[in-house]
């Protein structure tokens, strides 16, 4: 006869659960060390995986989403339309044009407007320097998590080329809230397309150097080839987006599929590789590095040739007083119209999707007609991958959660919202 | 007074004393150990576009930062949490700094026989043996910690110590086998000029390099630390001074390995040469300074490859050892073997 | 030419390769030894000029606001609230008029420009400063007095030195100091 206080660990099930005071106890499996990597881990981000341990290997791993949840959805329905474009942004600050530009796509489907030619071009150009910074971020996040910390160090500051390209272009490092209803925020800058070509110049050559260092390394080769496959079926039925899934040998970028803004003029690939383990997804995320910047070259091309004008809708801008028009010959800035602290929007169900630094991204929007939106309706890419870790990961050593959760780009900010 | 004066020399330079506690003892190791890391620091942010240490005297280029470094240590709080095992858990770091220093006893730095504190006749053997000590502490602190992360970290130094533990024996001993001794002095005065036998025996180097990096958690193989999966390993409940002293044990652990590999390798002292009739300047302090600046070379290339290379996984670095190293410390070996025969040296 | 696939390969890899590999690593690592390529900056010694169009803090021209509540009812933070307040109306001798006019909370404020953007007036404006620190939270929620007032960057008033970034094609971007300069940029 035990003691209540004793667990009697005789003949103990596994599954089955015993009583201590205040708590029940149950054996989760035959010799199994389970640790909780996160919230507060440096290895986790902003989540918990729950790791169960047979010796080195997982033998379950269960990602618990939502430690930065912030009620994002909810929070939007209670402002006003341009409002929201601030709030989800906050999703992936780095990633911030990409994040809010299906969000603003869906309202102007809702009010039944199309932003003129520059305002799409101005659009592709930012989203296009968001993703090699977004892809940058997390190579660098890659990088450390396999314990390289120049490639922690090298991505994180050359990326801070394209973050200043971005301030340059919208005023700010990382929130620029720059697609609004109808157009955008800001035109570009006097030499501001010299700059972004000095830019793609020097960021051709350190992709380079990023190869010798990294994806050639012998170490890093070793610890990411073959590691975490993703096979192609598995992909597909996982709704896995992004170079993820572009990984995996699936030809879906949404920017072919559906192109949106001005990308279906645009001439550039979409690298798909075989393989889908990690090493095939790092390398996805440099050949799109690369691909961007073909595309930043021809924007920087086309804007210089285009007029200086045309980067707002005629409804928010042909009754422009005088003032709006001289501060945006002058500075290059577009005042938005005192209606737009009020815009009414008409009733309506709207969906857009874009892709997204990780992925695709998919917003629905829904308004009664009032000054608030009835529904906001966020997918995020994150959100779609996270469920990787759980089929891909056991049968991994420990080691190579770092390499898989890296290689995944996942991001909790974004997947939580 | 010239008498006191001489005393109190003979007794800071009683060789005993002298070379476990200030050089290439204690004192000696903290401070390239302080100068390691800031060369670490330093190294790894050049070549990362970054300043690194530098508002701490700026005018020395923060070399001080690890001064300060050590004094926040000192005055943070050290917590030991609850479920630890009080005993264990405060005396495995600080045997593991004691025991990481004891292999300085069997190093001789000159070949003067009364700087020798234990004779050396089979010096090699002694250091050897002496530097396998310190791995049991820190899987003791691991252990004594109580954490899971502990745990796995101390694990997987238990599994490197099979990975190296051999490699770096069976290397060393390749340099044995040509001088037909384990006398360290001998095995010196064997390498005049350029017959070093870092270069007659590149791949007993190789190997030897190879097992000291994986020995003291050197990048590529910084594995029982590894921050993303394990925190800080077997260090995770450490803080305060107790944590300083766990970072700092591997450190001088490395810094006597590389004393030892030194002076098997690379010449210890030579190119100098000192007589048998030499003063305590010439016969003991110059070929001292030669070792150590040699062994801070050969730290300094460890320390490059923090900026080169990520860590490889633990099976990964134990089948390279396997694998790899040890059948070329084994070549290395046979190669030594092979020069013993021929009388080469 | 419109957007496609491109199906590929990650390139095969050797024992040639990876001794190439470990060799081009660390051929890399000792480029940037011998010549890093840093653009730290060293504040507050160095500071740096920030562009015109830069969203940092706002400051209110009093003269020009026209009392019309588009800034505060933009500002997607609830940072931008009004005051009211009676005061003797100067067209009218002898009457009160009701005045109201826009202060900031820096507590809240998350520099999106909205604010400045739909400010009919350009009674609005940002200034080049983006490091103004407060001692405490109290401080940051303005009134009407100090939200007329020009932050300055502290590393501005204790003498740093402006700095620009000014983009490269080899080295991605460089700090140049800027001499002799004064005033917002
Ligand atoms: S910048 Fe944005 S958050 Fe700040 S006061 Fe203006 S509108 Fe509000
Ligand atoms: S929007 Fe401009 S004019 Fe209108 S209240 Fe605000 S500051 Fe004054």
Redesign the interface.
């Given at each position: 006869m035990s003691s209540p206080g004793e667990l009697k660990l005789s003949g103990w099930e596994v599954g089955e659960t015993r009583k201590l005071p205040g708590m029940d106890v149950k054996k989760i499996g035959k010799d199994l060390y389970e640790i909780f990597i996160g919230p507060q881990h440096p290895g986790s981000g902003h989540m918990r995986i729950i790791v169960r341990l047979d010796g080195d290997v997982m033998v379950e791993v269960d990602p618990d989403l939502g430690y930065v949840h912030r009620t994002m959805e909810k929070l939007a329905e209670g402002r006003s339309f341009i409002k929201v474009i601030p709030l989800v942004e906050r999703m992936a600050i780095l990633d911030a044009c990409n994040i809010t530009l299906p969000y603003v796509e869906a309202v102007e489907k809702l009010m039944d407007i199309e932003p003129p030619e520059r305002a799409k071009y101005l659009r592709v150009l930012l989203c296009e320097i968001n993703r090699i910074a977004s892809h940058l971020y997390g190579m660098g996040i890659f990088g450390v998590f396999l314990g390289h910390s120049t490639m922690y160090m090298w991505p994180f500051g050359d990326r801070e080329v394209f973050v200043e390209l971005a301030e340059r272009l919208t005023g700010a490092r990382l929130t620029h809230s720059y697609p609004v209803p109808g157009g955008v925020r800001r035109d570009v800058p006097e030499g501001f397309t010299d700059d972004l070509r000095k830019a793609v110049r020097y960021m051709r050559k350190r992709l380079e150097e990023y190869r010798k260092i990294f994806l050639d390394n012998p170490v890093i080769r070793a610890r990411l080839e073959g590691v975490g496959v993703i096979p192609r079926n598995l992909a597909i039925e996982l709704g896995i987006v992004g170079p993820n899934l572009r990984a995996s040998g699936v030809e879906y970028d949404v920017r072919m599929v559906e192109p949106y803004e001005a990308y279906g003029e645009l001439d550039f690939e979409v690298p798909v590789f075989e393989e889908g383990d990690a090493l095939a997804r790092a390398w996805v995320r440099v050949e799109e590095i690369k691909q961007s910047l073909r595309i930043l070259e021809q924007v920087a091309d086309k804007l210089d040739k285009m007029p200086r004008e045309g980067f707002m809708h005629d409804k928010f801008w042909a009754k422009a007083p005088k003032l709006y028009k001289d501060v945006y010959s002058r500075e290059g800035r577009v005042k938005l119209m005192p209606l737009f602290a009020n815009l009414k929007v008409p009733a309506g169900k709207a969906f857009a999707r874009a892709e997204a630094g990780r992925g695709e991204i998919v917003y629905y929007v829904e308004s009664e007609g009032k000054f608030t939106p009835y529904r906001v309706r966020v997918v995020s890419p994150s959100f779609r991958n996270a469920i990787v870790f759980k089929y891909i990961a056991p049968g991994h050593r420990l080691m190579d959660l770092p390499a898989i959760y890296g290689s995944i780009d996942y991001f909790p900010p974004e997947a939580d919202r | 007074m010239a008498g006191v004066v001489d005393t109190i020399i003979s007794w800071i330079f009683w060789p005993p004393l002298f070379q476990l506690v200030i050089a290439p003892g204690l004192v000696a190791a903290l401070a390239i150990v302080i100068f390691i890391l800031w060369f670490e620091r330093k190294t790894a942010a050049r070549v990362q576009m970054r300043v690194g240490p530098y508002n701490v005297s700026p005018r020395l280029g923060g070399a001080l930062q690890l001064i300060a470094d050590l004094i926040r240590y000192s005055f943070q709080e050290p917590i030991i949490p609850k479920t630890v095992d009080t005993a264990a858990f405060i005396l495995a770091p600080l045997a593991m700094l004691v025991i990481s220093v004891v292999p300085t006893a069997a190093i001789p730095v000159s070949p003067l026989p009364w700087t020798w504190p234990i004779p050396m006749e089979h010096s090699l053997l002694v250091a050897l043996a002496l530097t396998t000590l310190s791995p049991v502490f820190l899987v003791a602190a691991g252990w004594a910690s109580n954490n899971k992360f502990s745990v796995i970290g101390s694990t997987r130094e238990a599994f490197m110590v099979t990975a190296y533990e051999l490699v770096f024996i069976i290397s060393l001993l390749a340099v044995a086998a040509p001088v037909h001794s384990y006398n360290l002095v001998e095995i010196v005065e064997a390498q005049a000029g350029w017959r070093m036998f870092a270069i007659l025996n590149p791949l007993a180097f190789l190997a030897a390099f190879i097992a000291i990096l994986m020995s003291t958690s050197g990048f590529p193989f910084e594995i029982p630390e590894s921050e993303h999966e394990v925190v800080a390993g077997p260090f995770t409940e450490y803080s305060g001074l107790l944590y300083g002293i766990d970072m700092g044990a591997a450190y001088i652990k490395r810094y006597v390995m590389s004393v030892l590999l030194t002076i098997a390798f690379l010449g210890g002292w030579k190119p100098l040469d000192p007589q048998p009739g030499a003063g305590l300047l010439a016969g003991y302090i110059a070929p001292l300074v030669v070792v150590l600046v040699k062994a801070t070379i050969v730290m300094a290339v460890m320390s490059f490859f923090r900026a080169v290379y990520g860590r490889y996984r633990l099976d990964q670095a134990v089948d390279l050892a396997w694998r790899v190293i040890l059948p070329m410390a084994l070549a290395g070996y046979a190669l030594g073997l092979i020069y013993g025969y021929l009388g080469v040296i | 030419?419109?957007?496609?696939?491109?199906?590929?390969?990650?390139p095969p890899?050797g024992f040639l390769?990876?001794v190439?590999?470990?060799l081009?690593?660390?051929?890399?690592?000792l480029k940037?030894?011998l010549d890093?390529?840093?653009?730290?900056l060293?504040y507050p010694r160095e500071y740096i000029r920030l562009?015109?169009?830069?969203?940092g803090f706002i400051v209110l021209n009093k003269a020009k606001c026209i009392m019309?509540e588009?800034c505060a009812?933009?500002c997607?933070?609830a940072a931008m609230k009004m005051v009211r307040f009676q005061a003797p109306d100067p067209r009218r001798p002898g009457k009160m008029k009701l005045y109201k006019y826009p202060v900031i909370n820096y507590q809240r404020c998350?520099?999106?420009?909205?604010c400045v953007?739909?400010?009919?007036?350009?009674a609005l404006r940002?200034v080049p400063a983006h490091d103004v620190v407060y001692y405490n939270l109290e401080e940051m929620d303005l009134n009407l007095e100090q939200f007329q007032v020009e932050p300055k960057s502290p590393a501005e008033v204790e003498g740093g030195i402006p700095v620009r970034?000014v983009?490269?094609?080899?080295?991605?971007?460089v700090k140049v100091p800027e001499k002799g300069q004064a005033g917002g940029g």
């Open positions: - | - | 030419m419109p957007p496609r696939p491109s199906r590929r390969r990650v890899y390769a990876a190439k590999g470990n081009g690593a660390i051929a890399v690592g940037y030894f890093p390529n840093r653009f730290t060293h562009k015109p169009g830069y969203r019309c588009s009812r933009i997607p933070a998350i520099f999106c420009g909205y953007d739909v400010c009919p007036t350009e940002h970034y983009f490269d094609p080899e080295r991605g971007l």
